[in-house]
């Protein structure tokens, strides 16, 4: 059984930094994409970053610059390191992991909070 765990998340200032961290227990067959995804109250779920298997990255633009997206050499973890955080930031975050085959796995998400 495939579970994702993600950790790093809590409260920080403005400016402040994270690490965020994702876990992968169990295997997967044929990852295309690791990513993290995040969604504010009241909004829907958005793409922050994504790394594909051979190390390709893509960020949102609200974030180019702060944040970055790195794996694992086995591809059992995925890491999102955040700076200069902001205020609009705000959001539970997800780890996702795309297959092959378009099957999408998301861990249970973890609360950043970043205050003024």
């Known amino acids: 059984q495939v579970q994702l765990v993600e950790s790093g998340g809590g409260l920080v200032q403005a400016g402040g930094s994270l690490r965020l961290s994702c876990a992968i227990y169990?295997?997967?067959?044929?990852?295309?994409?690791m990513g993290w995804y995040r969604q504010a109250p009241g909004k829907q779920r958005v793409l922050v970053a994504t790394?594909?298997?051979?190390?390709?990255?893509n960020y949102a633009d609200s974030v180019k610059g702060r944040f970055t997206i790195s794996s694992s050499n086995a591809k059992t973890a995925v890491y999102l390191q955040m700076n200069s955080l902001k205020p609009e930031d705000t959001a539970i975050y997800y780890c996702?992991?795309?297959?092959?085959?378009?099957?999408?796995?998301w861990g249970q998400g973890t609360q950043v909070t970043v205050s003024s």
């Open positions: 996702n992991v795309l297959t092959m085959s378009d099957y999408d796995y």
């Open positions: 169990g295997s997967i067959f044929s990852v295309n994409v």
């Open positions: 790394i594909t298997t051979s190390g390709y990255t």
